[in-house]
């Protein structure tokens, strides 16, 4: 289904390599396991035509085990590597046709990317690694600086810009090149599997510092993982990618609860309720003047919720953009973590 002003659209998306990759497209051959088409025609369809749109400010993630084909795809995004067939839109506009000149300039103003491996360089300051793509645009460099100590206190490295990539840990180096890829102010952020590297806490704050982000300015991002738990807890959609093509695309709670076959169930099957289903699926309706135990997002899911109306006899109030949306009790926290939502 299309999503209406669509940031990025996907259409029939193909990733053949080989001779002649473009017999492939489409072809019955392309439906034979890896293996058995690489030996009949010398190819690999690492991308099988894959559709999608990402909507403005929405998180984007596709999931997936290694070689399904998800890093092939986030770098046709912005055409790292190019598509055997298919179109790419950004805001509308076909990036296939793009010449070298539109090329990189949709690369150094509108869409940035960030990788499993840092990239930083190490004879620069973290001020000038973060302020390496405002250079390479022109960008005077009094308010290059000026943009890169910003963005530094954004995630949280304010005090460390004058330092060398060797001085910081490995979570620090990936907060700078998540402001490396803030600085130019980008429309769309891409994720490679930036955090697979980290160790498992230092992940978990970057996962954090990614949604903090994302609250406070709401970029539209598309996030590569082979993580579930990660896919979960980022995602607004999550694409289950398997063998070139996507088996699945849906909310959190849709993956986990309706899966669309057996390798998605057999993904999700350990997943815990109270991580996926939200405030939103379990609330009902304000009901007259009452006291409260807490105001919570329509988003928070229920493991969040859990201590919240345990610690008080009061439900909470589900609020969104200001606005009170419903009510959750005790009551409905724990029926819908034993049976699902209503």
């Known amino acids: 289904m299309d999503t209406p002003n669509a940031t990025v659209s996907c259409r029939d998306l193909w990733k053949v390599y080989g001779p002649r990759p473009e017999r492939i497209v489409g072809a019955p051959e392309a439906d034979l396991p890896r293996g058995e088409l690489l030996a009949r025609t010398g190819c690999v369809a690492a991308v099988r035509g894959v559709s999608f749109d990402v909507a403005p400010g929405e998180v984007f993630v596709v999931m997936g085990l290694s070689g399904s084909g998800k890093s092939t795809l986030v770098r046709m995004l912005n055409r790292l590597h ?48 973060v302020a390496f793509g405002l250079e390479i645009q022109g960008v005077e460099r009094g308010e290059r600086l000026r943009r890169a100590h910003e963005v530094l ?15 910081l840990s490995g979570g620090m180096q990936q907060r700078v090149g998540l402001a490396r890829a803030l600085a130019t102010d980008p429309e769309i952020m891409l994720f490679d599997e930036p955090f697979s590297a980290l160790d498992p806490l230092i992940r978990r704050d970057m996962q954090d510092e990614v949604l903090r982000l994302q609250r406070e300015l709401r970029k539209t991002m598309i996030f590569i993982t082979h993580d579930l738990m990660e896919a979960l807890k980022l995602g607004d959609r999550i694409a289950v990618m398997k063998d070139g093509r996507f088996v699945q695309v849906g909310t959190p ?15 999700t099957r350990d997943v815990p309720r109270s991580h996926v289903l939200r405030a939103r699926s379990v609330m009902h309706p304000l009901n007259g003047s009452q006291a409260f135990a807490a105001d919570v997002g329509p988003e928070t899911t229920l493991v969040e ?12 109030r589900v609020v969104e953009d200001g606005r009170p949306i419903g009510v959750v009790d005790r009551a409905a926290v724990l029926e819908a973590m034993v049976e ?3």
């Open 340 to 342: 699902g939502p209503r």
């Open 82 to 129: 190019e598509p055997t067939a298919g179109r790419i839109l950004v805001d509308g506009e076909d990036i296939g046709a793009f010449d070298g000149d539109r090329l990189r300039e949709l690369r150094r103003r509108k869409v940035s990317m960030v990788f499993q491996h840092f990239g930083l360089l190490p004879h620069r300051r973290i001020v000038d690694n």
């Open 305 to 316: 919720l859990l201590p919240i109306v345990a610690r008080s006899e009061h439900p909470v």
């Open 253 to 267: 709670e849709e993956v986990v609860l309706r899966p669309a076959d057996a390798y998605v169930a057999d993904f």
């Open 153 to 167: 206190e954004i995630v949280g490295l304010a005090g460390w810009a004058s330092s060398y990539p060797e001085e």
